[in-house]
């Protein structure tokens, strides 16, 4: 069973809330799930702060020699361009965050709203959408970036289009599973006989079971597209130069890696960073949330 089935029927199996006593301190005791929430966290802190831990402008040429190695004036070296690689670095991670943020959030709440109009809606309704969802998942997700980008051109907004379109029928597809288990238990039909309206069944019952399972899927899927933002950047297909981006990083420095492998490496360290603090952090909440294997029950 994949991640996303295991957490989208995990909520179905009681009527109540699935997010669990002391959650905080249930994540301590995770020693993985500790650290990727560190690394989460480092990567953030990074990011938001960038322009008070930047020690060069990231887009200045000629700060230093070119393709220099590590050193106390340059800590990761700098790149054909002489530009500081760690100040590229720092600022490089505000835009893979920024369209984590933006993409899988417009993702989360379209997927969430066709979700639950496909588990309460009509019947003709629900097989459209469904229809709707394994047209948009039977493109494969390359292919498809390379199709919008060609229409929209490179650009921030393009990856964040393809990220957010081909995401929306997972978190969709997970909503519609929980509410349609919902919406025949004994519980719901007592609300409804004592004259409960459908938006606050959805307000008080489904929506709670529904949140804790798409979280899960949401902190396991940043990683995901943090590698297609970087692999797009780094086809030239992502931000524009000379904004600096992890993946445009790689792809510099992999143009001069026979004289000077700092640059790929030091762009590649925070994508590695990124992905385990990401995916602990996931895998810690799903055992957190997900009843059918939390450890304390």
């Known amino acids: 069973?994949?991640?996303?089935?295991?957490?989208?029927?995990?909520?179905?199996?009681?009527?109540?809330?699935?997010?669990?006593?002391?959650?905080?301190?249930?994540?301590?005791?995770?020693?993985?799930g500790t650290l990727g929430a560190i690394l989460v966290m480092v990567v953030i802190a990074s990011a938001v702060f960038a322009p008070l831990i930047v020690t060069y402008d990231p887009i200045r040429i000629?700060?230093?020699?070119?393709?220099?190695?590590?050193?106390?004036?340059?800590?990761l070296g700098t790149d054909q361009m002489g530009r500081d690689t760690f100040s590229r670095i720092i600022m490089g991670g505000r835009i893979p965050l920024l369209v984590a943020l933006v993409s899988l959030g417009?993702?989360?709440?379209?997927g969430l709203f066709l979700g639950l109009v496909a588990a309460f809606g009509p019947?003709?309704?629900?097989?459209?959408?469904?229809l709707l969802f394994d047209t948009i998942r039977s493109f494969p997700a390359i292919i498809f970036a390379?199709?919008?980008?060609?229409l929209m051109?490179?650009?921030?907004?393009?990856?964040?289009?393809?990220?957010?379109?081909?995401?929306?029928?997972?978190?969709?597809?997970?909503?519609?599973?929980?509410?349609?288990?919902?919406?025949?238990?004994?519980y719901i039909e007592a609300e409804r006989s004592m004259g409960a309206s459908t938006a606050r069944i959805l307000a008080v019952h489904v929506l709670p079971n529904a949140i804790g399972p798409l979280f899960i899927l949401v902190s396991m899927d940043v990683?995901?597209?943090?590698?297609?933002?970087?692999?797009?950047?780094?086809?030239?297909m992502g931000v524009r130069p000379p904004t600096p981006d992890w993946g445009a990083i790689v792809s510099d420095g992999y143009s001069y890696i026979h004289k000077s492998p700092w640059p790929v490496i030091a762009g590649g360290i925070p994508i590695v960073i990124a992905t385990l603090g990401f995916t602990f952090l996931g895998e810690?909440?799903?055992?957190?949330?997900?009843?059918?294997?939390?450890?304390?029950?």
């Open 62 to 75: 000629m700060v230093g020699p070119r393709l220099a190695p590590p050193s106390m004036d340059f800590l």
């Open 284 to 297: 810690a909440l799903r055992d957190l949330l997900d009843p059918k294997i939390r450890k304390d029950l």
């Open 146 to 150: 390379l199709a919008v980008i060609a």
């Open 223 to 236: 990683p995901a597209v943090i590698a297609v933002e970087a692999g797009l950047s780094f086809l030239g």
């Open 153 to 186: 051109g490179p650009s921030l907004a393009s990856v964040i289009v393809v990220i957010s379109i081909t995401s929306m029928p997972i978190y969709a597809r997970v909503v519609r599973t929980q509410a349609q288990a919902l919406r025949s238990s004994q």
């Open 1 to 32: 069973m994949s991640t996303s089935d295991q957490v989208g029927d995990a909520a179905a199996v009681t009527g109540q809330p699935i997010v669990g006593h002391g959650p905080l301190r249930q994540l301590s005791k995770n020693t993985l």
């Open 106 to 110: 417009s993702s989360l709440a379209t």
């Open 123 to 130: 019947r003709w309704l629900d097989n459209l959408l469904l």
